[in-house]
């Protein structure tokens, strides 16, 4: 059984973003461990003006992938579509 503590273990912020670390005690074979995940947090204000966040969840083995994805999103944008970043169309 997971539990997870009312407070992160670290917080990385730049600009409106914020990673969030957090320790979840799981058992593996019996035996007590640390499992941590992350959550990644974007602040914006809405059309009223008022601030609201964006939230993604994710587990520590999750993030090399994580890290490809948005490099592979980030190459597209900047280098424009004619540049032929590597990628798929549709959702998979």
């Known amino acids: 059984m997971s539990q997870q503590s009312n407070r992160p273990a670290k917080v990385?912020?730049?600009?409106?973003?914020?990673?969030?670390?957090?320790?979840?005690?799981?058992?593996?074979?019996?035996?007590p461990a640390t499992r941590h995940s992350l959550s990644i947090e974007k602040r914006f204000r809405d059309r009223e003006g008022q601030w609201?966040?964006?939230?993604?969840?994710?587990?520590a083995d999750d993030l090399p992938k994580l890290e490809v994805v948005i490099r592979e999103a980030y190459a597209?944008?900047?280098?424009?579509?004619?540049?032929g970043a590597s990628g798929t169309d549709a959702e998979a």
């Open 12 to 31: 990385f912020r730049a600009g409106n973003m914020r990673a969030s670390i957090w320790r979840n005690q799981v058992q593996v074979n019996g035996r």
């Open 52 to 59: 609201k966040s964006s939230r993604l969840h994710a587990f």
């Open 76 to 83: 597209y944008c900047v280098m424009g579509e004619s540049q």
